[in-house]
């Protein structure tokens, strides 16, 4: 079985773009989350998608939107790049929602965002 | 202060050696995991807690949650467990409320042959 596929891996902007990532969660998981890490740093939480509805919400400004397909992939959207958006964005599938414990997280390898 | 603090940041250990990396959080959580993220971006789930002690190998997680405490640890540690390790806490899931993760800042693991 694939793991969790995350498109592009790479991907150069510049300021004031918008964006589109892409994330193909493992067979029969429904739960799909998104997260950004800035180099150094621990990922933070932006979105989290069960079900094709947003479940979740970090603080991240509404340049940010994401939705869920019927088939359970992903896309998270970014408009008006700012450079303080170059970051890894990564994105995780489970079995359920996050809120039953039990269930654990599968990371993608990563899209690495550069905006200019 | 961040919700999640681990310590130490920065770890270096020659192989063989028994390594501790804590993690101490200031919220209520319903789990804990532990990631580890190799050069690159790629994360894996190694453990994911409520309560108690679990084992996987060389690799040992134990959680306190009256203290708001969690602990990796490495036995007979090799150079291939050279990576970042996060952890990350899940919390204010209940009711029609799903939770969000909130993660720390990692500790960086360098183990010398």
């Known amino acids: 079985d694939a793991g969790v596929t995350q498109s592009p891996t790479h991907l150069i902007k510049t300021r004031g773009q918008q964006v589109t990532l892409r994330c193909s969660p493992i067979s029969g998981h429904k739960s799909v989350s998104w997260y950004q890490q800035v180099l150094g740093q621990g990922p933070q939480f932006i979105f989290q998608?069960?079900?094709?509805?947003?479940?979740g919400r970090g603080n991240f400004p509404d340049r940010f939107s994401a939705r869920q397909f019927p088939n359970y992939s992903s896309e998270l959207n970014v408009n008006a790049l700012l450079l303080g958006d170059s970051a890894l964005y990564l994105c995780?599938?489970?079995?359920?929602?996050?809120?039953?414990?039990?269930?654990?997280?599968?990371f993608g390898s990563g899209t690495q965002l550069s905006v200019l | 202060k961040n919700e999640v603090e681990q310590s130490p940041q920065n770890l270096t250990a020659q192989e063989g050696e028994f390594i501790t990396i804590n993690c101490s959080y200031s919220?209520?959580?319903?789990?804990l995991h532990w990631l580890q993220q190799h050069p690159g971006g790629g994360i894996v789930s190694l453990f994911m807690?409520?309560?108690g002690k679990k084992k996987h190998g060389r690799l040992i997680a134990t959680i306190n949650i009256q203290e708001k405490h969690s602990s990796l640890h490495i036995t007979a540690s090799h150079p291939r467990d050279s990576a970042v390790y996060i952890c990350a806490v899940l919390s204010g899931a209940g009711g029609t409320s799903y939770g969000k993760l909130t993660f720390g800042q990692g500790t960086i693991l360098t183990v010398h042959p």
């Open positions: 807690l409520s309560s």
């Open positions: 995780a599938s489970s079995l359920r929602f996050l809120d039953r414990s039990k269930y654990l997280l599968f």
């Open positions: 919220v209520g959580i319903s789990a």
């Open positions: 998608y069960y079900e094709k509805e947003e479940r």
